[in-house]
């Protein structure tokens, strides 16, 4: 396990301070269960499914157990987040979030959407590991998708703290603005790792055939989601447009301290449930309870969340 001390950029100290820092705990407690089927499921660490001719899965990385006490969800009081939460029959002292990333097997390419949070907290790091379940080594990934620069999206990038890339024949994708915020203050050894794989995208545009960016304002200087379609079929990847499927979707007015604009980032997350709500389609959430796939409803005090069968 790496100390926290290794990752300096403004965008990923933020995090690892708003999660507890939970890289440098000796230890974290385990998480109460949220929904015992994705714990269960979570453990096998790979859920493979189709997206019209394309060959997708799940593969998660692991899980974040974060407190209630106002340093993850710092509007409202966490009095109102337990609420929320109770009434839903979780725990309402600690929120689980899981890190899941997902794989797509399009022709000669193999995209990774995210790389986890590898070993900077105790509770990650089980990307390879499951990648290599899912027949996939480091080796024949071909591009890594970012959806943005924070610890728990590009923590499998490369091997901390100032170790070479891991996935040397990838093109890494991330947005200009994303890329510009992280080379201005870069987590050590990032930018040697892979800078010489770093390709820049604008959102709203392909990102190789099939695979838009969608842009997601608020978050981060350049958080994107990301769609996949194929067949006549689509798959949402919301990236951090909502990071707990109770207390994000039925009060969308909540906000996080990871959000660099809290009012512009509630009001993309409001417009992006509104939008999926109406056009049912499918959703990829990657802090969602595993594999994080399903569907968002409208509900009369907010939106709920309908996991896949």
């Not at 022709?107 to 089980?126: E, H, N, S």
């Not at 200009?176 to 770093?198: C, F, Y």
């Not at 049912?280 to 009369?300: C, Q, T, V, W």
Request: hydrophobic share 45%; glycine share 10%; charged share 15%.
């Amino acid at each position: 396990m790496q100390d926290a001390s290794v990752v300096k950029s403004p965008l990923s100290v933020a995090f690892l301070l708003l999660v507890g820092c939970v890289a440098c705990a000796p230890t974290i407690p385990s998480p109460k269960p949220e929904l015992t089927t994705a714990v269960a499921s979570r453990e096998q660490g790979v859920h493979r499914f189709r997206l019209g001719e394309l060959d997708l899965a799940v593969i998660n990385d692991g899980y974040l157990p974060v407190a209630n006490d106002g340093t993850v969800w710092t509007k409202p009081a966490p009095a109102d987040i337990a609420r929320v939460l109770a009434a839903e029959g979780l725990s309402a002292d600690q929120i689980t979030l899981d890190v899941n990333t997902l794989l797509v097997r399009s022709g000669a390419r193999i995209v990774l959407i995210d790389t986890g949070m590898g070993v900077l907290a105790p509770t990650t790091g089980r990307l390879l590991a499951n990648l290599a379940k899912a027949g996939v080594a480091p080796e024949q990934v071909t591009d890594v998708v970012i959806t943005h620069g924070h610890v728990d999206h590009i923590g499998g990038l490369w091997t901390l703290p100032d170790g070479p890339s891991a996935f040397p024949n990838a093109t890494v994708r991330i947005t200009t603005a994303e890329w510009t915020a992280l080379k201005a203050s870069p987590p050590p050894g990032l930018v040697a790792a892979i800078g010489p794989q770093v390709v820049t995208f604008e959102p709203g545009q392909t990102i190789i055939p099939g695979v838009t960016s969608v842009e997601v304002r608020g978050h981060t200087p350049g958080h994107t989601a990301v769609r996949i379609e194929s067949g006549g079929e689509s798959l949402l990847v919301i990236a951090d447009t909502a990071h707990h499927y109770v207390v994000s979707l039925r009060e969308p007015e909540f906000t996080t301290g990871f959000d660099v604009d809290p009012l512009v980032a509630e009001g993309s997350r409001r417009a992006l449930l509104v939008e999926a709500s109406s056009s049912h389609e499918a959703i990829f959430a990657p802090h969602f309870p595993f594999p994080g796939l399903g569907k968002i409803r409208r509900e009369a005090d907010g939106f709920g969340w309908t996991p896949e069968p």
